[in-house]
């Protein structure tokens, strides 16, 4: 079409993009860790599985907020939808864990794409207002819905078979831990295949400048759609292992605080690198695990202390001195950029 | 007679009670260079925007090789060949000067719904956006995130999107203002090499630039056009001068 | 029916009380809030512990709960929103939530977790029994705040020159600057107000939809519809929001007990899908 353009092709720089979604040595070092954790750490696999499940927890809000630039406080909707779906296919289809989180995928994924509509036209306030109403709104629904859900009580009952007809979970929570560790791994595969394919070229593109998207024929709403139904997806799955691994759901997976810790974890972890949720998690735990010990009621206040002080301080900086404390690369790390969807105030 | 790359047809759009785009029928012809020109709020901006979908007239309709566009959004637009550049830069501040290109590139011939294949894995993406690069000035700064790229790159970068979206009809919004002149030459350059199967609306307030590109000139004066004519025509339309000259006087 | 429409409208307008500050703070000079709940649930708990423990008639209670939340409002406004107003919503998202979470656990720790209530002077209770609907009189006081704190605002705003200064700071703070207008200032009085109004709000609402530490983020989704439904562009689309979400709640939770509390959700999306920039909104 334009000989002017084509004629001059050279292609010695081609290869960036494909280097971009190879596996970093800091990436092998993380799975390591985690896995040597599984024989170094033997008491400690009901508190593992807990930190790989809201790993994975948080890489779905990672998805929508790190890559697309949506701002959500209801994450937790989708996490409660998993864990009620994982639960009832217990109790009333079958015990195997493997449908049961396809099935908990499927419905989580089903009322992301419902919803998702709801946050394609306006601001990050509209935005919070909705993600904050949907999850109150399903909250309600399962609270009322005592028949179904067991309401306040909690659903009870649970009872899930052998992991692929063969391992059993035991009370120590070894195979909860490889269960989830296994499904976080190749949540974040999967992950990383779709933030780095032309899909998630395209959704940094529409975080970083909507307009200029749609004038380089992006069809944004479409692909937020599809980007908000995929987040909720993981978050489902998510809730679903927790109802497994735990046997038990009951209201609080609808909680704000559910979506609130997420979005903080994310944040201590740092957005749009897909790991952040891993990081985020472990040291949430970490923090909860200390202060909690401290003052069990009460600790939500060090919490808050803790983002406050985050916040005032400037988290750029903070969490990148603690990555560059760590050795992770700054180009990996910078919540900075990548809020760039985040308007500024005028 | 062929059909007109682009035409409006009594286009209208209302503010509240200001009329910002009054009765507009534009036509551009195949192939051809056509300046848009007015003095500063006469509505070309507005006028772009209807024409890209950003906006939608109150009523009148918008037709891209006869066909009837209004009902698509920007990116349908886009689809078919109606390529806007931006007269503020409107880059994606944290992605590369590759990934940029790359991505316009491959969201022209329909891979951006592909979440599974890695951006760079195909061949011709690749290859296009460094050709693009190249014919752009942009290959020392092809990893380079655009945030960061001087403010002639910047506009380099933005016009060279544009191309990568493979043009029917181009729409520059001020490609060159405030552009170093190094720069300003190579933009000029490219604009002048552009092939004739692309037809060009330029909107711009260099009278040098409008006058040595333009066959034709539109002018548009509070939301509605004044005449339109060749460049000689227009140069020397007394009704032209005063809006000039007036709007000389005010500054 | 006439006096369960009332009733809604007592709580729209006790909802209004609460948010109006939150309309301005957030709405016209764009940081976005959570914590705003916070600052009722102070000034409720300031008019318990002023009722219970001091025994200050009521009504000399209000102003005092509202001075308090003012005086701490602008005080955390002078310390730690205003380094904010120039970061991006994340960051003023995580800071308020921070400071709900701080006060949630400290109102927890210092008060307990249990309802707070007390006892309203003889005049307030009872109700007035009109032909067509009997009317509470203390929710006829709330009305009647809620009309008249909409008016003084509304006057405020539109008609003293310290509300066309705070305009013009919110439309452009560079120029505002430029025109020698100190907007520090200005958004410290402004955020003081909108936190006392809340603290009002909140002493007013212990009567009706009660009080205890998880205020902040039981009313957080109320907020926030009331201002994202109201729209942005002044007071009067918050008053109807409130009105019609007062209205909607109330008539809901009476007329189907079952399902009704999932009626300000319905309304929340209805309009959201009809009017995404809010009730008055202009046409683009």
Same mark, same amino acid.
């Given at each position: 079409m334009h000989p002017a353009i084509q004629?001059?092709?050279?292609?010695?720089?081609?290869s960036f993009l494909v280097e971009q979604s190879r596996s970093g040595l800091a990436e092998l070092a993380v799975w390591t860790i985690l896995l040597l954790a599984m024989f170094?750490?033997?008491?400690?696999h009901q508190l593992l599985s807990e930190i790989a499940i809201v790993a994975l927890f948080v890489l779905s809000l990672d998805l929508i907020m790190?890559?697309?630039g949506i701002v959500s406080l209801g994450q937790a909707a989708f996490f409660g939808v998993g864990a009620y779906s994982a639960g009832l296919v217990a109790i009333?289809?079958?015990?195997?864990p493997v449908i049961g989180l396809l099935v908990s995928a499927a419905a989580a994924g089903l009322v992301g794409f419902a919803t998702s509509f709801l946050v394609l036209r306006g601001s990050d306030l509209t935005r919070l207002m909705v993600t904050i109403g949907v999850t109150s709104l399903l909250g309600e629904i399962a609270n009322k819905a005592t028949g179904i859900?067991? /309401?306040?009580? /909690? !659903?009870?009952g649970i009872s899930i078979g052998p992991l692929l007809g063969l391992i059993p979970f035991d009370l120590y929570g070894t195979t909860a831990y490889g269960y989830s560790l296994a499904i976080l791994f190749l949540g974040i595969v999967l992950a990383r295949r779709i933030v780095g394919s032309s899909f998630g070229l395209s959704l940094r593109a529409i975080r970083d400048n909507q307009l200029r998207a749609s004038a380089v024929g992006i069809p944004v709403n479409a692909r937020l759609v599809a980007i908000y139904t995929i987040s909720s997806v993981y978050a489902g799955v998510a809730g679903a292992l927790m109802a497994q691994t735990t046997q038990f759901v009951s209201?609080?997976?609808?909680?704000?605080h559910r979506s609130a810790d997420a979005l903080l974890m994310l944040v201590i972890g740092g957005t749009?690198? !897909?790991y952040g949720g891993i990081i985020g998690a472990g040291v949430f735990k970490l923090i909860q695990s200390v202060l909690s010990d401290a003052t069990p009621q009460y600790w939500h206040f060090w919490l808050g202390l803790l983002l406050v002080v985050l916040v005032q301080v400037g988290r750029t900086r903070v969490i990148r001195s603690i990555a560059n404390l760590l050795g992770l690369g700054p180009r990996q790390i910078s919540p900075q950029a990548n809020d760039a969807k985040m308007s500024q105030p005028r | 007679m062929s059909t007109n790359a682009l035409e409006t047809r009594q286009l209208v759009k209302r503010f509240g009670g200001i009329t910002?785009?009054?009765n507009v029928s534009f036509t551009l012809e195949q192939g051809s260079r056509h300046a848009l020109i007015g003095p500063n709020g006469a509505g070309k901006t507005t006028f772009i925007n209807l024409l890209t979908g950003v906006l939608n007239p109150t009523s009148g309709c918008v037709l891209l090789n006869g066909e009837d $566009?209004?009902?698509? *959004?920007i990116h349908g637009r886009v689809r078919r060949g109606l390529v806007r550049t931006f007269q503020i830069n409107q880059l994606?501040?944290?992605?590369t000067v590759l990934e940029t290109l790359a991505l316009a590139v491959s969201e022209r011939d329909g891979?951006?719904?592909?979440?599974?294949?890695?951006? *760079?894995?195909?061949h011709g993406i690749m290859k296009q956006a460094s050709a693009l690069a190249d014919t752009f000035l942009l290959t020392d700064v092809l990893?380079? $995130?655009?945030?960061?790229?001087s403010y002639g790159q910047q506009r380099l970068l933005e016009i060279a999107v544009a191309f990568a979206s493979r043009p029917k009809v181009l729409l520059l919004d001020?490609?060159?203002? *405030?552009?170093p002149e190094h720069d300003r030459a190579t933009i000029l350059d490219v604009l002048a090499s552009l092939p004739r199967d692309v037809s060009v609306v330029l909107i711009e307030h260099d009278m040098d630039l409008v006058f040595s590109f333009a066959d034709m000139i539109t002018v548009l004066v509070s939301g509605s056009v004044l005449t339109r004519g060749s460049a000689d025509q227009v140069s020397s339309d007394p009704r032209v001068k005063a809006v000039y000259l007036g709007e000389a006087e005010h500054e | 029916m006439l006096t369960i429409l009332f009733d809604g409208v007592a709580y729209g307008m006790l909802l209004f009380v609460l948010a109006c500050g939150l309309a301005v703070?957030?709405?016209?000079?764009?940081f976005v809030n959570l914590a705003h709940g916070a600052f009722a649930m102070t000034g409720g708990y300031v008019t318990t512990v002023l009722l219970?423990?001091?025994?200050?008639p009521f009504l000399m209670a209000l102003p005092i709960a509202f001075l308090a939340t003012a005086m701490l409002g602008l005080l955390l406004e002078r310390t730690l929103y205003v380094r904010l107003y120039t970061c991006g919503h994340l960051d003023q998202v995580l800071f308020s939530i921070g400071i709900v979470f701080m006060s949630v656990a400290a109102v927890t720790y210092f008060m307990g977790s249990q309802q707070q209530s007390f006892q309203l002077p003889a005049f307030l209770?009872?109700?007035?029994?009109?032909e067509l609907l009997s009317v509470g009189r203390y929710r006829a006081l709330v009305v009647a705040m809620g009309v008249a704190i909409l008016i003084i605002l509304q006057v405020i705003l539109m008609k003293t020159s310290f509300g066309s200064r705070l305009r013009a700071a919110v439309d452009d703070r560079r120029v505002a600057r430029g025109l020698g207008i100190s907007v520090g200032p200005i958004f410290s009085l402004t955020f003081a107000i909108g936190s006392g109004l809340a603290g009002l709000g909140g002493a007013l609402g212990v009567e009706i939809v009660g009080l205890d530490p998880n205020f902040p983020l039981k009313f957080m989704i109320y907020f926030l519809i009331v201002v994202t439904v109201g729209g942005?562009?002044?007071l009067i689309g918050p008053f109807l929001a409130s009105l019609l979400l007062g209205i909607a709640d109330v008539a809901g939770k009476y007329y189907?007990?079952?399902?009704?509390?999932f009626a300000i959700y319905t309304l929340m999306i209805v309009v959201l899908l009809m009017r995404p920039q809010g009730l008055l909104s202009k046409a683009q």
């Amino acid at each position: 079409m334009h000989p002017a353009i084509q004629m001059t092709g050279r292609s010695r720089n081609t290869s960036f993009l494909v280097e971009q979604s190879r596996s970093g040595l800091a990436e092998l070092a993380v799975w390591t860790i985690l896995l040597l954790a599984m024989f170094l750490a033997p008491g400690r696999h009901q508190l593992l599985s807990e930190i790989a499940i809201v790993a994975l927890f948080v890489l779905s809000l990672d998805l929508i907020m790190g890559y697309a630039g949506i701002v959500s406080l209801g994450q937790a909707a989708f996490f409660g939808v998993g864990a009620y779906s994982a639960g009832l296919v217990a109790i009333y289809v079958t015990s195997d864990p493997v449908i049961g989180l396809l099935v908990s995928a499927a419905a989580a994924g089903l009322v992301g794409f419902a919803t998702s509509f709801l946050v394609l036209r306006g601001s990050d306030l509209t935005r919070l207002m909705v993600t904050i109403g949907v999850t109150s709104l399903l909250g309600e629904i399962a609270n009322k819905a005592t028949g179904i859900t067991g /309401g306040a009580d /909690g !659903l009870q009952g649970i009872s899930i078979g052998p992991l692929l007809g063969l391992i059993p979970f035991d009370l120590y929570g070894t195979t909860a831990y490889g269960y989830s560790l296994a499904i976080l791994f190749l949540g974040i595969v999967l992950a990383r295949r779709i933030v780095g394919s032309s899909f998630g070229l395209s959704l940094r593109a529409i975080r970083d400048n909507q307009l200029r998207a749609s004038a380089v024929g992006i069809p944004v709403n479409a692909r937020l759609v599809a980007i908000y139904t995929i987040s909720s997806v993981y978050a489902g799955v998510a809730g679903a292992l927790m109802a497994q691994t735990t046997q038990f759901v009951s209201l609080d997976v609808f909680d704000f605080h559910r979506s609130a810790d997420a979005l903080l974890m994310l944040v201590i972890g740092g957005t749009g690198y !897909l790991y952040g949720g891993i990081i985020g998690a472990g040291v949430f735990k970490l923090i909860q695990s200390v202060l909690s010990d401290a003052t069990p009621q009460y600790w939500h206040f060090w919490l808050g202390l803790l983002l406050v002080v985050l916040v005032q301080v400037g988290r750029t900086r903070v969490i990148r001195s603690i990555a560059n404390l760590l050795g992770l690369g700054p180009r990996q790390i910078s919540p900075q950029a990548n809020d760039a969807k985040m308007s500024q105030p005028r | 007679m062929s059909t007109n790359a682009l035409e409006t047809r009594q286009l209208v759009k209302r503010f509240g009670g200001i009329t910002a785009t009054d009765n507009v029928s534009f036509t551009l012809e195949q192939g051809s260079r056509h300046a848009l020109i007015g003095p500063n709020g006469a509505g070309k901006t507005t006028f772009i925007n209807l024409l890209t979908g950003v906006l939608n007239p109150t009523s009148g309709c918008v037709l891209l090789n006869g066909e009837d $566009i209004s009902g698509l *959004g920007i990116h349908g637009r886009v689809r078919r060949g109606l390529v806007r550049t931006f007269q503020i830069n409107q880059l994606f501040p944290t992605l590369t000067v590759l990934e940029t290109l790359a991505l316009a590139v491959s969201e022209r011939d329909g891979f951006g719904r592909n979440p599974w294949r890695p951006a *760079g894995s195909r061949h011709g993406i690749m290859k296009q956006a460094s050709a693009l690069a190249d014919t752009f000035l942009l290959t020392d700064v092809l990893r380079n $995130i655009a945030s960061s790229l001087s403010y002639g790159q910047q506009r380099l970068l933005e016009i060279a999107v544009a191309f990568a979206s493979r043009p029917k009809v181009l729409l520059l919004d001020e490609p060159a203002a *405030g552009v170093p002149e190094h720069d300003r030459a190579t933009i000029l350059d490219v604009l002048a090499s552009l092939p004739r199967d692309v037809s060009v609306v330029l909107i711009e307030h260099d009278m040098d630039l409008v006058f040595s590109f333009a066959d034709m000139i539109t002018v548009l004066v509070s939301g509605s056009v004044l005449t339109r004519g060749s460049a000689d025509q227009v140069s020397s339309d007394p009704r032209v001068k005063a809006v000039y000259l007036g709007e000389a006087e005010h500054e | 029916m006439l006096t369960i429409l009332f009733d809604g409208v007592a709580y729209g307008m006790l909802l209004f009380v609460l948010a109006c500050g939150l309309a301005v703070t957030l709405g016209l000079m764009n940081f976005v809030n959570l914590a705003h709940g916070a600052f009722a649930m102070t000034g409720g708990y300031v008019t318990t512990v002023l009722l219970n423990d001091w025994h200050v008639p009521f009504l000399m209670a209000l102003p005092i709960a509202f001075l308090a939340t003012a005086m701490l409002g602008l005080l955390l406004e002078r310390t730690l929103y205003v380094r904010l107003y120039t970061c991006g919503h994340l960051d003023q998202v995580l800071f308020s939530i921070g400071i709900v979470f701080m006060s949630v656990a400290a109102v927890t720790y210092f008060m307990g977790s249990q309802q707070q209530s007390f006892q309203l002077p003889a005049f307030l209770q009872g109700r007035f029994e009109l032909e067509l609907l009997s009317v509470g009189r203390y929710r006829a006081l709330v009305v009647a705040m809620g009309v008249a704190i909409l008016i003084i605002l509304q006057v405020i705003l539109m008609k003293t020159s310290f509300g066309s200064r705070l305009r013009a700071a919110v439309d452009d703070r560079r120029v505002a600057r430029g025109l020698g207008i100190s907007v520090g200032p200005i958004f410290s009085l402004t955020f003081a107000i909108g936190s006392g109004l809340a603290g009002l709000g909140g002493a007013l609402g212990v009567e009706i939809v009660g009080l205890d530490p998880n205020f902040p983020l039981k009313f957080m989704i109320y907020f926030l519809i009331v201002v994202t439904v109201g729209g942005t562009s002044g007071l009067i689309g918050p008053f109807l929001a409130s009105l019609l979400l007062g209205i909607a709640d109330v008539a809901g939770k009476y007329y189907l007990p079952d399902t009704g509390s999932f009626a300000i959700y319905t309304l929340m999306i209805v309009v959201l899908l009809m009017r995404p920039q809010g009730l008055l909104s202009k046409a683009q």
